[in-house]
């Protein structure tokens, strides 16, 4: 089945960088976009970024110039970078894919940036 595996958040000041790693298995990992989500404490989930089979990214406003999505095919794995990290962006963030019409998340990794 299909397979997400968050992990790198933790605790950053201000200005700080993490860099998040995703896991994926239980699927065609190359031919298929990836996305990272977040969500708030008391806000719905909300997309972030998304990396195309070609490499082509796209990003939420709030985090061009200072997140970076990428991927390595050989691994499966998929990564955000996150600098100049602020105290909104703190969040539960999610690798997300979409597959034959659903959306699949893995359990989501906690950033929490303090002021």
């Known amino acids: 089945q299909v397979q997400l595996v968050e992990s790198g958040g933790g605790l950053v000041q201000t200005g700080g960088s993490l860099r998040l790693s995703c896991a994926a298995s239980g699927f065609l990992f190359t031919p298929n976009s990836m996305a990272w989500y977040r969500q708030a404490p008391g806000k719905e989930r909300e997309w972030v970024a998304t990396?195309?089979?070609?490499?082509?990214?796209y990003y939420q406003d709030s985090v061009k110039g200072r997140f970076t999505i990428s991927r390595d095919n050989a691994k499966n794995m998929v990564y955000l970078q996150m600098n100049s990290l602020k105290p909104e962006d703190t969040a539960v963030y999610y690798c997300?894919?979409?597959?034959?019409?659903?959306?699949?998340w893995g359990k989501g990794t906690l950033v929490t940036v303090s002021s």
């Open positions: 997300g894919v979409d597959l034959s019409g659903s959306r699949h």
């Open positions: 990396i195309f089979p070609d490499d082509a990214t």
